[in-house]
């Protein structure tokens, strides 16, 4: 298995509050990405990065912000939580740009 | 855009019972293809994947076959059990893409 960790894996947050989710792999892999998952969308992609302080904005990227200070660390940050950003938030890595992708346990946020 | 279909289920079978999970796919370019798993409480992980038509992938007894005159990769196995009860992930990537599209994933439960 790829080694890709993800904290917290549960979190609970009121409206309004900043969030902070962290990804970090072991596997020293260029790409990583945030993923959320919504019943009837499957999985929607937030932001990506192809490289230390290199990142792009996904499908769903509205209210979200991304980091990446090393290569190991992807940080997804929710500036100020709202319920609809209640959901199952998944890390990914990959090798290159169209290579498989190994996912991460997942953090299941809830936003009241 | 691309796009990805796939029947939503859940669909409920008895063990040893043959299994078919259609996908089918709109793409502006050559996609490959893809089958993620998600077991309860577990990120994905890859199933099986195909780049080219006509290619079969397959793993654990499950197959799909890129078909690209009817734009689908159906996912099958002839003996479904207990252990695969799980929500199926079908998934492409477009040559030159960022991300990968996910359709919105079918619940198959398995009785014994």
């Known amino acids: 298995d790829a080694g890709i960790t993800q904290s917290p894996r549960h979190k609970v947050t009121e409206t309004g509050t900043p969030v902070t989710l962290r990804c970090h792999q072991t596997?020293?892999?260029?790409?990583m990405y945030w993923y959320r998952q919504d019943p009837g969308h499957g999985l929607r992609l937030i932001h990506y990065?192809?490289?230390?302080?290199?990142?792009d904005k996904g499908e769903v990227s509205d209210g979200y912000s991304v980091s990446r200070s090393k290569t190991e660390d992807f940080l997804l940050t929710l500036e100020s939580a709202t319920s609809s950003q209640t959901s199952v938030y998944f890390c990914?890595?990959?090798?290159?740009?169209?290579?498989?992708?190994?996912f991460g346990p997942g953090t299941r946020l809830l936003v009241l | 855009g691309d796009s990805v279909t796939q029947m939503e289920g859940p669909v409920t079978l008895s063990e040893e019972a043959f299994l078919t999970i259609n996908c089918t796919y709109t793409?502006?370019?050559?996609?490959?293809l893809f089958w993620y798993v998600q077991y309860p409480g577990e990120g994905l992980q890859l199933l099986l994947k195909a780049t080219k038509a006509d290619d079969k992938g397959s793993n654990k007894g499950f197959e799909a076959t890129y078909r690209k005159e009817t734009t689908s990769f159906h996912l099958e196995k002839g003996s479904v059990q207990v252990s695969d009860s799980a929500v199926y992930f079908c998934?492409?990537?477009?040559?030159?893409?960022?991300?990968?599209?996910f359709g919105p994933g079918t619940r198959l439960s398995v009785l014994p």
């Open positions: 596997e020293n892999h260029r790409y």
């Open positions: 998934a492409l990537m477009v040559d030159g893409g960022q991300n990968f599209v």
């Open positions: 990065s192809y490289g230390v302080k290199d990142t």
């Open positions: 990914a890595i990959s090798k290159g740009l169209q290579e498989t992708q190994y």
């Open positions: 793409a502006t370019g050559y996609p490959s």
